[in-house]
C-alpha cells in the first residue's frame, strides 16, 4: 500500500484501483438498490460479497499501517463513485441519500465467519467508524440534504429542524461546505453540476415572481385584486422570506440607496475615484467613507466606527505610503470580511456580524458585505466562505433558534442573485 496517492492523476495502489474500477463497472449496470446491498456487504458486514477478489482487495487496503489515514479518502472515492453515475439520472437520485445513511447503520450482532476473518472484520468496523466522524462523512451527509431537499419550507412544524436541512437552498455554499480534503476532480465537477442546476432554478424562480408582482402592481392601479386574481397566476415567492420582506430587500438591493444610486453605482463611483488616490492609506481612509455611508450614522458613532476605522488602519500599515495595488485591494477587503462576518472554521468568532445584524438589521448589513465584493470581485468566494463558517458551525441549532443567520443567508442569496447572476431583475424598478 505504499503507493497511495492524492486526487491528481498520479498512479493508484493496485488495491485502490481495481476497487474503483469494479465499482465503476458495476454502477453502470446495477440497479442503485443492487448497489447499496453490495456495499452494505462489502464494506458494513464486510462478509459474503459474491466477488471474492474485491473482499480481498479491501482487507488489503484495511491491513495497511496507512489504514487509518486513507481509508476515509478511499471510502469517499468509493460513495462519489456511485453518487456521479446517479446524479446525472433524476430518477436515481433519490438514492444518494440511501447511499449515505447507509454507514450510520449499526453492524448488528457479529456474524458466524471463519475466524480467520475476524481480524479483518474488526478492522474494518473501526474504519468505518472512523469514516462516520470525519469531515469527508460531514460533507456527505450535507450533499444527502441537497439531494433529499429540494422544497423545504419554514413553518410552525419545520422550525425545529436542523440548519443543515436548509443545505439544498444556498449553492453559494456548495463549495465550501460539499467538498472535503483531497477532493477529487469528479467529486468537484458533481458538486458545480448540482450548484449550477440549483442557482439557474432560483434565479428563474426569482425572475418569474419579480415579473409577477411588477404586473400585478401595475394592474392594482386600475383594478380590484379580484380582477388581479383573475387574470393573474399567482407565482411563488421563491425564499424563505415574508413577501413584504423579499420585495423589500429586492428593491433595496436592485433600486437607489437614500437616492444616491443603486449599489452597482456607488461602487463603480468608488473605483473610478480609487484610480486617483496617491496612496495605500488614503484609499482606506475613502473606503471607511464609502462603507460608513449607508449604515446608520447613530449606530456608526457607538463603537462600530472607530472598531472599523481600527481594521482598516491596521491593516498592512507598512504599505500604507504606497500606491494601491490589485494585492492591497484584494488583502483589505478579505480581512474586512474576516472582521465583519467570521474569521476562520478554527475561531468562528462572530460578534461583529451578530451586533450588526441586531443594530441595522440582515439587509443593511447584507449591503455592507455586498459593497465589498461588488468593489474587489475577486473576494466573492471569500465572503461565500464565510458564511459556510457560520453555516457549519450552527448546522446542527434548531432553525427557529437561529432566524437571524437564517435570514442573513436568504438575503445573501438574492444579493448575489441579482449582481452576479444571470437575470435581469430591474424591472422591478417599474414599480412605484
Not at 416 to 423: E, P, Y
Request: hydrophobic share 35%; with cysteine; charged share 20%.
Amino acid at each position: 500500500m505504499s503507493t497511495r496517492i492524492d486526487p491528481c492523476n498520479q498512479q493508484l495502489n493496485p488495491e485502490e484501483q481495481r476497487l474503483y474500477q469494479h465499482l465503476l463497472e458495476l454502477v453502470q449496470v446495477e440497479t442503485p438498490s443492487q448497489m447499496i446491498d453490495r456495499c452494505r456487504a462489502l464494506f458494513i458486514d464486510g462478509v459474503d460479497y459474491p466477488e471474492a477478489e474485491i473482499t480481498l482487495a479491501v482487507d488489503r487496503i484495511t491491513s495497511s499501517k496507512t489504514a487509518e489515514q486513507e481509508f476515509k479518502f478511499i471510502l469517499n472515492r468509493c460513495c462519489h463513485i456511485l453518487i456521479n453515475r446517479w446524479h446525472m439520472q433524476p430518477h436515481l437520485q433519490s438514492a444518494i441519500p440511501e447511499l449515505i445513511a447507509l454507514f450510520e447503520c449499526s453492524f448488528g450482532a457479529p456474524r458466524t465467519v471463519n475466524s480467520f476473518r475476524q481480524p479483518s472484520l474488526r478492522r474494518l468496523h473501526k474504519l468505518v467508524n472512523l469514516f462516520i466522524s470525519s469531515e469527508q462523512y460531514v460533507t456527505l451527509r450535507r450533499l444527502s440534504q441537497v439531494m433529499v431537499q429540494p422544497n423545504f419550507e419554514l413553518n410552525s412544524n419545520t422550525g425545529n429542524k436542523p440548519l443543515l436541512t436548509l443545505m439544498r437552498r444556498y449553492p453559494y455554499l456548495y463549495e465550501h461546505c460539499l467538498i472535503s480534503e483531497e477532493c477529487y476532480y469528479e467529486q468537484q465537477q458533481t458538486i458545480q453540476h448540482i450548484k449550477e442546476e440549483v442557482q439557474k432554478k432560483f434565479e428563474i424562480d426569482l425572475s418569474q415572481y419579480v415579473t409577477y408582482q411588477v404586473r400585478r402592481s401595475q394592474i392594482l392601479r386600475t383594478a380590484p385584486n379580484t380582477e388581479v386574481q383573475r387574470i393573474l397566476r399567482p407565482v411563488r415567492n421563491p425564499t424563505l422570506l415574508s413577501d413584504r420582506e423579499l420585495n423589500a430587500a429586492l428593491k433595496h438591493f436592485i433600486g437607489k440607496i437614500d437616492n444616491y444610486g443603486s449599489y452597482n453605482d456607488l461602487a463603480q463611483n468608488f473605483l473610478n475615484h480609487t484610480r486617483h488616490v496617491p496612496t495605500f492609506k488614503a484609499f482606506k481612509d475613502d473606503l471607511y467613507e464609502y462603507l460608513i455611508s449607508s449604515l446608520d450614522s447613530g449606530y456608526g458613532k457607538l463603537q462600530f466606527n472607530e472598531r472599523l476605522y481600527t481594521q482598516l488602519c491596521n491593516t498592512s500599515p507598512d504599505c500604507d505610503n504606497q500606491k494601491l495595488n490589485e494585492f492591497l485591494m484584494v488583502r483589505t477587503c478579505t480581512q474586512l470580511l474576516n472582521f465583519l462576518v467570521a474569521d476562520t472554521p478554527a475561531n468562528p468568532q462572530h460578534f461583529t456580524f451578530v451586533d450588526l445584524i441586531t443594530n441595522q438589521g440582515t439587509t443593511l448589513t447584507t449591503g455592507l458585505l455586498l459593497k465589498i465584493v461588488l468593489i474587489c470581485r475577486k473576494v466573492k468566494p471569500y465572503l461565500e466562505k464565510r458564511f459556510a463558517i457560520l453555516f457549519n458551525h450552527y448546522e446542527s441549532a434548531a432553525t427557529s433558534c437561529i432566524q437571524w443567520l437564517v435570514q442573513s443567508l436568504e438575503k445573501l442569496n438574492v444579493a448575489l442573485s441579482i449582481h452576479f447572476g444571470k437575470v435581469d431583475l430591474s424591472v422591478l424598478n417599474q414599480i412605484a
